[in-house]
């Protein structure tokens, strides 16, 4: 049973491509490499394509569902995503459902009757519903066309986003035969590449691999000291003043402090984070999009499948994990090709915390990834070589240019940031305006004092090193260590073979912490005060608390 508002049209005519693309998406003609990657599709070949975000992904597979008349299976990774798109496709008169387990069990049970049907032409499915065995069963009856698989490089340990969920794709060649399957991925080095065609099982594929030069963006990446990152974060979003901006933050506490920081200062501002009610997200994404507020603070979580063209600029406000994350999410800049920005305020500690990370991995091979991942970034923020440049070698294209003139490396800097902080600082309240700073002790064996924002504590909930004995009143014992990495990012300070650290007391002497499994042991501070110490320390509990 065909939906009727949807014909099937022949795939050897030029004017029923076109006329296809006109129908459904207003477009006139096809941005570089659509058609082409929507040929392969009609012409039943398994396919590989990079494309920069923005670059159309997909309509790639959009188009080839509605002119083969069947249903195509799309594999993602993001419930949020793949509701957005089948809503999408909804308003333009194309049958499109999502099946996963937030539906009512009466409500995936519709849905897999009418795919049976073959009433969709696109069918969303997560790589867990799909790795099922009773999915396997039904969708053997789907009129299926091909296989799209979103988000590909999630199908290699040595993408920067690997899902194990993912390799359970694997199987749909030998339960599908005689289906095409292509692969689309945004962010993929020449690595990657290769292990999603192994992974995949893909067949003499076409090869689609777009520029990685977005020169319509311009990339500016700025080493933030003492209050500078604030201050350089509000002087950039009043220069778009009227335009839409996202600005990226490391945590949801760092969210929720760049939101009142922007609040205070007269500029209106949301917040989005996986801890929001879903209500409240999706509220204030819509917001955003329709331009009702212009400036949105977020996690990584926000982003992925945002279809707004007229971003003009994106800021990040932490060094990102991988040169692949932070591509990905700078191009979320610009997509309508006009000219927009993309902001990397970091700061040493940034690093450090990375650094750690990667250092607390367990498995001799994903550690080595992750120090891969943090000296390929670490090369991009400290280089003097041109940024465009820096990521089309990344990811394995070799540019003929030297210089770009569309980045701070190649002299293109706007006039806020190169402009003298010193009288802005100035003008700070004493919060924003200090860096974090250690207090020399007044005395031998006083406690030494740090000023820290927010953002480390919640950083720091996650730190574990080593398995130190913790005792009553704040010390651990002489032989306990710090990673010194850990101790520079956090202003970790060692007196008289004590380890002691606070963000939460100002005035000088000896702090006592009591454990905060042991309420009957120590000092009484608060448990939450004595847990953001221990946490941020980083150290394992005495096994004897726990």
Sequence with gaps: MRPPDVTPATTDSETDLLGTLRRYWGYDSFRPLQERIVRSLLDGQDSCVVMPTGGGKSLCYQLPAVMLGRTAVVVSPLIALMQDQAAQLAQMGIPAAV????????????????????????????????????TIDWLQRVPTAFFAIDEAHCISEWGHEFRPEYRQLSRLRAHFPDRPIAAFTASATRRVRHDILHQLQLRDPHKYIASFHR?????????????????????????????????????????????????????????????????????????????????????????????????????????????????????????????????????????????????????????????????????????????HRQICLHFGESPKWETCGACDACGCESEWLVKSIKAERANLSPPAAMAPRLQQPAAVGATAVLDVDPELREAGRSCVCGDARFRAGGAVSPAATVDPRLAAYFGIWRVQGRVVWSADFRGPGAISQRCPRRPDAGHKASPDQAGQWFMMVGLDLNPECQ
């Design 99 to 134: 099946l996963n387990s937030s539906l009512p069990n009466d409500k995936q049970a519709q849905v897999i009757r009418k795919a049976s049907e073959g009433e969709f032409r696109l069918l969303y499915l997560s790589p867990e519903r799909l790795a099922r065995a009773d």
């Design 215 to 387: 020169s319509n963006l311009r990339y500016l990446v700025k080493e933030c000291a003492g209050g500078e990152q604030q201050s350089l974060l509000l002087r950039a979003l009043r220069n778009y003043q009227n335009s839409s901006v996202i600005v990226y933050s490391p945590t949801i506490a760092k969210v929720k402090e760049t939101v009142d920081f922007l609040e205070d200062e007269q500029m209106s501002a949301i917040g989005y984070h996986g801890k929001m009610e879903a209500a409240e997200r999706r509220n204030n994404q819509e917001r955003w999009m329709s331009d009702e507020v212009r400036v949105l603070v977020g996690t990584i979580a926000f982003g992925l499948g945002i279809n707004k063209a007229s971003v003009r600029a994106v800021v990040h406000l932490a060094l990102p994990k991988s040169i692949e994350q932070y591509y990905q999410e700078a191009g979320r800049a610009g997509r309508d090709g006009q000219p927009a920005d993309c902001i990397l305020l970091w700061q040493k500690r940034d690093a450090a915390l990375l650094a750690y990370f990667a250092d607390q991995i367990v498995d001799p091979a994903e550690k080595e990834r992750a120090w891969q991942r943090y000296h390929a970034i670490r090369r991009f923020v400290d280089s003097k070589g041109c940024r």
